[in-house]
């Protein structure tokens, strides 16, 4: 359950790098916008997950890029050590303790995980997020994001912005676990090169290919 939970958020952090239009609610706008303007981006994070009493069971840092559209790479440090790829067409997962590599289709996968679909085609996301918005002073925002389906992995992801700028992201299950993570070193729109989003990992490794 605890791989389970910094697979999760890695996965949902997807939700950076949509490049189509969101709902048309003015809070799903404002999202949109800030979002939108994001061609890049990269970071530092540290990670913390509850459970449903608010007991840590797991902190890990690590480092990720993405590039609109649809590429991703997530490097989380030992010893919790995972790689998460999207190339645009499919989505590795590669843990090197298990030394398994899972490799799925990102329509494959996004038919059970919404916040995989941000990363592709978004219409329609009005019929599968309900989007609210919460101001801080002048400078906090907050959106969250509730799936509509009871078929999702978790029941709400909120992200966290400082003048327009991705600060953290919250995200809890439908066990209660909670996943908090939060961003440092944060450079938007620099130059990445898409040979960045390419995954390398042993021939010795058992490789899955689509669901399980």
């Known amino acids: 359950m605890i791989k389970a939970g910094r697979t999760l958020l890695a996965t949902a952090t997807l939700v950076l790098f949509s ?22 981006f990269q970071a530092s994070f540290t990670q913390t997950v509850a459970d449903d009493r608010g007991r840590v ?9 993405a590039k609109r559209p649809g590429l991703f790479y997530w490097e989380t ?3 919790a050590n995972q790689f998460i790829v999207s190339n645009g067409e499919t989505v590795t997962l590669y843990d090197p303790d298990l030394e ?24 329609g996301l009005s019929e599968t997020y309900d989007i609210s918005e919460s101001r801080y002073g002048d400078h906090t925002r907050e959106y969250t994001l509730e799936p509509l389906s009871e078929d999702s ?60």
């Open 19 to 40: 490049g189509a239009a969101w709902a048309q609610e003015p809070a799903a706008d404002r999202l949109a916008d800030t979002l939108s303007s994001y061609s890049t």
């Open 57 to 65: 069971v797991q902190e890990s840092s690590g480092n990720l890029k």
């Open 77 to 79: 440090e030992p010893p």
């Open 100 to 123: 398994q590599v899972t490799i799925q289709d990102l329509d494959e996968q996004a038919s059970t995980t919404p916040a995989l679909l941000l990363s592709g085609e978004t219409d």
């Open 153 to 212: 992995l978790f029941i709400s992801l909120t992200l966290t912005f400082y003048d327009d700028e991705l600060q953290a992201m919250r995200m809890e299950d439908s066990l209660a676990q909670r996943t908090e993570l939060e961003f440092g070193s944060i450079r938007i729109n620099e130059e990445v090169p898409d040979s960045a989003f390419e995954l390398e990992y042993p021939d010795s490794a058992d490789v899955i290919q689509g669901m399980q």
